[in-house]
């Protein structure tokens, strides 16, 4: 439920540990099941399958990828509180034992993106998986990019490979995080890395958001 489903239900799901998921009623799991199933289907509506049966398959692929995430980080919560409370009076012993923890939840989310990246071709084109990965991830890759070439006119075509090749790492990662707030992070570590490539190629950044500012204020006064 971290996975930015953003509704009421979905939120309130998110603090949920492992023991209270066992003890979900069924008419909980049912609007949890709900919740992430409407989540797969604005994806899918976004690919232009033609045939009823390719939309379920590629829906209900996406469906269980937001539930086995979720399901991952239910248990590196319940191992974490676990942790503290044994460790409440020894720091060195918790921190070690929570850095082991992140190792394996990260190691746990590396092999289950493998899995369901593996799995989408069998559907998709790869036009359409660059749908889906941008449906999971607030479509922040596309809208930074165009925002980049948009604030920087003169970007050379290596520079925009770079951006990129960068906004394309952050977008798997951020595939993956279990909140809205931490999808934007993956991107914000890599877009510090494009603001300081660009700043070292040469660009004042400061300056050309000024521009680009102004830019935007032009073609707005001129719509209107």
């Known amino acids: 439920m971290r996975l930015g489903i953003i509704t009421i239900l979905f939120t309130a799901f998110i603090s949920v540990n492992a023991n209270a ?23 899918v509506s976004t690919l232009e399958i033609a045939d009823a049966k390719k939309v379920e ?33 020894n720091k060195v012993e918790r921190d ?32 359409q998986i660059d749908k889906v990965k941008n449906g999971m991830t607030y479509n922040v890759l596309p809208i930074t990019y165009k925002a980049y070439q948009e604030e920087i006119l003169t970007l050379t075509d290596a520079q925009k490979k770079q951006i990129l090749i960068w906004l394309t790492e952050a977008r798997e990662h951020a595939m993956d995080a279990e909140s809205s707030d931490k ?42």
């Open 21 to 43: 998921q066992s003890n979900l009623s069924a008419d909980e799991k049912a609007k949890y099941v709900k919740a992430i199933t409407e989540r797969a289907d604005k994806i």
């Open 57 to 89: 398959l590629v829906r209900n692929t996406i469906r269980d990828q937001y539930s086995n995430l979720n399901d991952i980080y239910i248990v590196r919560d319940a191992k974490l509180k676990e942790i503290k409370e044994k460790n409440a009076d």
């Open 96 to 127: 070690s034992a929570i850095a082991k923890l992140n190792r394996s939840t990260e190691a746990s989310l590396a092999k289950l993106h493998k899995k369901y990246i593996s799995k989408l071709p069998s559907n998709l084109n790869e036009n």
């Open 183 to 224: 999808k934007h992070a993956w991107f914000g570590k890599y877009k510090g890395r494009i603001n300081n490539y660009l700043s070292a190629a040469g660009y004042d950044l400061k300056k050309e958001g000024v521009e680009w500012e102004k830019r935007r204020k032009a073609a707005a006064e001129k719509a209107n």
